[in-house]
């Protein structure tokens, strides 16, 4: 894959991922039309997030802005700085993160709050939406293919 295609890879997947990411959050949230049945596993209810994971840094709105801010850019810096060594999987999961940030970036600007709705119910934990879980998701892959390809190449 050349420089250029890996590029537009990399930035059409953010693309999709944001487009996905933003487009499902409204439909679940638009007075929420789309009710579950009562089961085990989740429910959703909104919550208003101010914080970061787990409500850190709750309030702290311009903190969490600009933290936003300086990791997209540093993540796209060294996308694009070492893109020929970047593999289509790596670049899926990246953009995948870099979407997730994004999100949660343009939630915290546009509402001054996190939309979070889904909970789970068979164990306790705070209420995410799906921009955390693109971001869980993906550092979670990223730290498997970091290991994969430095630790466990022989």
Partial sequence: MSKLSKIIYFFVSIVFFTIFDLYISEIVLSEFRFKLPENNL????????????????ENSKIFLIAFSIIAIILILIYVIK?????????????????????????????????????????????????????????????????????????
């Fill in 42 to 57: 989740f429910d959703l209810i909104f919550v208003q997030n101010t914080g970061a994971a787990f409500s850190i840094f």
């Fill in 82 to 154: 070492n893109i020929t060594k970047y593999s289509a999987v790596a670049s899926f999961w990246t953009a995948m993160l870099v979407a997730g940030i994004s999100c949660n970036l343009y939630e915290r600007i546009a509402f001054g709050y996190v939309r979070d709705f889904i909970k789970i119910n068979f164990v306790e934990f705070p209420i995410f939406n799906i921009s955390d879980i693109f971001i869980n998701l993906s550092v979670f892959a990223l730290v498997v293919i970091i290991i994969k390809n430095n630790y466990l190449r022989k």
